[in-house]
């Protein structure tokens, strides 16, 4: 159980264009979801946090207006890339929590490698 | 706010011998989670053990177990009798939401 899954795997897109990455729970409901960026052999820094049916909340330093967040159910965020340039490239990955009392579940997706050229 | 700080960038380990991994942290909150995670060359976050801050008992998950010196703030990770697969980068978090340490690349020599 608790799985989270991650799409796509990996995307390369031109620069200006957007890409959408979803981040799904599978098997629980997320009533929070995190979005972290990793560049190549540095650690994973917090983007954002999204709790369902609210504005998400971004760390100081995140645009939000270039990396929308949409939690829209239980079950499912997505993290929108607008106007991607090179320096976005990077490797998201998201996480989820269904919340309950013991903190320490949450739950990792496999990862989106995002290349723009 | 939180900081986790991993100082050892690199480690080497001998197959079947255990090695132990350093994390120190600083937080305000009374209460509080440390976490470990694997990362191994794929990406996956491989979630390995959890500390609460008011546990009395060091964690332990089979071959890992934490070091907790809580006045020392202090959450180090022990691998025993290390394996091949275990090579991969190690991070150390803290909080609900994840504030990850540089992390620590572990490499296991046969």
């Known amino acids: 159980g608790a799985v989270v899954s991650q799409h796509p795997s990996r995307v390369i897109c031109k620069s200006g264009t957007s890409v959408k990455i979803e981040c799904r729970s599978l098997?629980?409901?997320?009533?929070?979801m995190f979005w972290y960026r990793q560049f190549p052999k540095q650690s994973l820094m917090l983007m954002a946090t999204s709790n369902e049916g609210s504005k998400a909340t971004y760390e100081q330093g995140v645009e939000k207006d270039k990396f929308l967040i949409n939690h829209a159910s239980l079950t499912l965020s997505t993290l929108t890339v607008t106007s991607a340039h090179p320096e976005d490239s990077s490797f998201y990955i998201c996480?989820?929590?269904?919340?309950?009392?013991?903190?320490?579940?949450?739950?990792f997706g496999p990862g989106t490698r995002l290349t723009v050229t | 706010a939180q900081k986790i700080t991993q100082t050892q960038p690199g480690m080497f380990v001998q197959e079947k011998e255990a090695v132990t991994l350093d994390c120190t942290y600083d937080?305000?909150?009374?209460?509080?989670?440390l976490f470990w995670y694997k990362q191994p060359s794929s990406g996956e976050m491989i979630f390995l053990i959890y500390?609460?801050?008011?546990?009395?008992q060091n964690a332990t998950e089979g071959r890992y177990s934490l070091n907790f010196q809580k006045a020392r703030k202090s959450a180090n990770l022990v691998i025993s009798a290390s394996q091949l697969g275990d090579s991969a980068m190690y991070f150390c978090?803290?909080?609900?939401?994840?504030?990850f340490g540089a992390g620590t690349r572990l490499t296991v020599k046969p």
């Open positions: 500390q609460g801050s008011y546990d009395q």
């Open positions: 098997d629980f409901q997320a009533t929070t």
């Open positions: 996480s989820a929590t269904p919340g309950t009392r013991q903190t320490y579940e949450q739950y």
């Open positions: 978090a803290i909080g609900n939401d994840m504030r």
């Open positions: 937080t305000s909150d009374p209460s509080y989670g």
